[in-house]
C-alpha cells in the first residue's frame, strides 16, 4: 500500500511546473470556499433553513473557476521566460549557436540574470566555435601548403639530394668517433 502512495507521489512530481502550480493553488481556493461557506452556514442559520446550498455551490464553483483562470494567466506569465530559457536551450543542442533568450516584460530578475548569463554563455560559444573552425581551416591550409612544398622539392630532385647530404655528415661525424659530447 505504501508502495501504491510512493509511485503516486512520484508521478505526480513529474507533472509540469505550470499544473503543479495551478492544482496547488485551486486546492487552496477550494479548501477556502468550503470553510468559508462552512463559517457562514454556522453564523447565519437562515441561509441553511432555506436550503440555498446551491448557491453556495454555484457561488464557490464560480469562485474557483475565477480564481483558476487567474493563476493560470499569472503562472503562464511568470513560467513564460523558463519556457522561452527551454526552447533557447533545444536550438543550442541541436547546433544554433545562435539561439538567444529574450528576457520579456514579465520576467522576474533572477530569470532575467539566468536568461542574461545564458546568453552570453551562447556567446562564447559561438565565439569560440568560430575560432575552432577558423583554426582547423587554417590547419588544414598548412597542411595543404607542406604536402605541396614536399611534393615540388621530390619532383626537382632536391629533396633526396637533401637526404643524402644528410645521411653522409651523420656517417662522417660517426666514423671520425665524434657524437655528442658526453656529461661529466
Known amino acids: 500500500m505504501i508502495v501504491k502512495y510512493m509511485a ?3 508521478r505526480l512530481l513529474h507533472i509540469p511546473l505550470f499544473y503543479k502550480i495551478v492544482l496547488a493553488n485551486a486546492l487552496i481556493i477550494t479548501a477556502e470556499t468550503l470553510v468559508g461557506s462552512l463559517i457562514v452556514i454556522s453564523r447565519f442559520h437562515s441561509i441553511a433553513a432555506t ?6 455551490a454555484v457561488l464557490g464553483g464560480a469562485g474557483l473557476a475565477v480564481s ?34 529574450d528576457v520579456g516584460a514579465f520576467g522576474d530578475e533572477q530569470l532575467d540574470q539566468l536568461a542574461n548569463a545564458f546568453n552570453h554563455m551562447l556567446t ?15 590547419i588544414l591550409r ?11 622539392e621530390l619532383r626537382s630532385g632536391a629533396g633526396p639530394d637533401r637526404a643524402v647530404g644528410a645521411d653522409q655528415g651523420v656517417g662522417e661525424i660517426a666514423e671520425s668517433g665524434g657524437g655528442p659530447p658526453e656529461r661529466p
Open 51 to 56: 436550503n440555498d446550498w446551491l448557491l453556495i
Open 8 to 10: 503516486l507521489g512520484r
Open 124 to 138: 562564447t560559444l559561438e565565439q569560440r566555435s568560430q575560432e575552432l573552425q577558423r583554426l582547423s581551416q587554417d
Open 142 to 152: 598548412a597542411h595543404k601548403e607542406e604536402r605541396a612544398r614536399v611534393a615540388r
Open 68 to 101: 483558476i483562470a487567474l493563476t493560470s494567466i499569472t503562472v503562464a506569465l511568470t513560467l513564460a521566460p523558463l519556457n522561452r530559457l527551454q526552447k533557447a536551450l533545444t536550438e543550442m543542442q541541436q547546433g544554433h549557436f545562435g539561439a538567444r533568450v
